[in-house]
């Protein structure tokens, strides 16, 4: 029912003898406007009787691009996990299926026709497409919806969509990010933002001071936030109250590579090699640079009793 296949292979054509209608795209965090193309793909899928195809891509095209450009990938609103999530919609999935094309050199020279005959057509049995307003594809960003039309497939374009004059969009929602508006950013996410990644082996600094960290596996990519925040920890479905740290860590480490690391209040547990997910709650303060780890762990000290402070009145909302 729910797959991911993250390269081709020849037995692929077989699983797909249902004829499919498939949106293309970043999906980066699934908001409030992407939501508007998957519920017309189901639409579609229910008129026709067709297969439901979401394809995107590993890293995401722009990032390749940047990356090779400036060297740094440029930030995201959450990790091919997430998007997963997202879509699998705890077991009520929004698509059949998930196509995560890697992006690579190889994939960049695709052309408009290569890319409809060989993977869409061929590979996935596409008949209809639902796209953006401005979706581009292939080699210098060349083809658009008239090649779809040119092979004979049905193409639906789905308007930007609105909310309180302004377009949401990927980016919109990593600018308010960028500055830790994480309310407009739930405005237009609709929900917090998450990263789930698996749990990798950090310094240990932090267990010395009494304060253990589960550091997430971000590979090369570069959350939208930077800060510490109040967060909810989920591994294997249980939840947990954390401070998360987001950032280059500039006191211990003058690299550019950001990390995204976690305490979980109250409980310390081994959780190396576990997939967690951080969702992000409320921004607590910046990240900053200290003369030396006493004052560090100073204020991370203070950020831990800001933390529980903020759990203790969110439940009190709650209950
Ligand atoms: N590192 C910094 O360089 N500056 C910070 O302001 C900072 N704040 C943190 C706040 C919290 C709650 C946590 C858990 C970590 C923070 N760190 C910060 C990261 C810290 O350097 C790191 O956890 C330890 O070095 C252990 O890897
Ligand atoms: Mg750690």
Known sequence: MYKIQLTFNETHKQNNTKQ????????????????????????????????????????????????????????????????????????????????????????????????????????????????????????????????????????????????????????????????????????????????????VHGNHLGRKYGVPTINLCLGRNRPALCGIYAAYVYINNVRYNAVASIGRNPTIDDSNIYKLEAHLLDIDLDLYGFVATVEILSFLRPEMKFDNLELLFKQIYADLDNTRLFFTKREKILL
């Open 20 to 199: 499919s209608v498939v949106t293309i795209g970043n999906y980066d965090g699934c908001h409030l406007g992407h939501m508007q193309l998957i519920s017309q793909v189901n639409d579609t899928a229910n008129k026709k009787n067709l297969k439901r195809i979401l394809v995107t891509f590993e890293p995401l095209p722009q990032e390749f691009f940047i990356e090779k450009k400036q060297g740094i990938r440029r930030s995201r609103l959450g990790l091919i996990r997430d998007k997963c999530n997202l879509l699998y919609n705890n077991g009520n999935p929004l698509v059949d299926e998930i196509i995560i094309l890697r992006f690579t050199e190889n994939l960049a020279i695709y052309t408009p026709e290569l890319f409809i005959k060989d993977i869409l057509i061929n590979k996935l049995n596409m008949t209809d497409v639902i796209i953006g307003h401005d979706f581009k594809f292939g080699i210098n960003g060349s083809g658009n919806y008239l090649d779809f039309i040119q092979y004979g497939i049905e193409v639906k374009i789905i308007e930007p969509y609105y909310i309180d004059t302004h377009r949401v969009s990927s980016s919109l929602i990593r600018t308010y990010a960028n500055e830790n508006n994480l309310p407009m950013v739930y405005r237009y996410l609709g929900r917090n933002l998450c990263y789930t990644s698996r749990v």
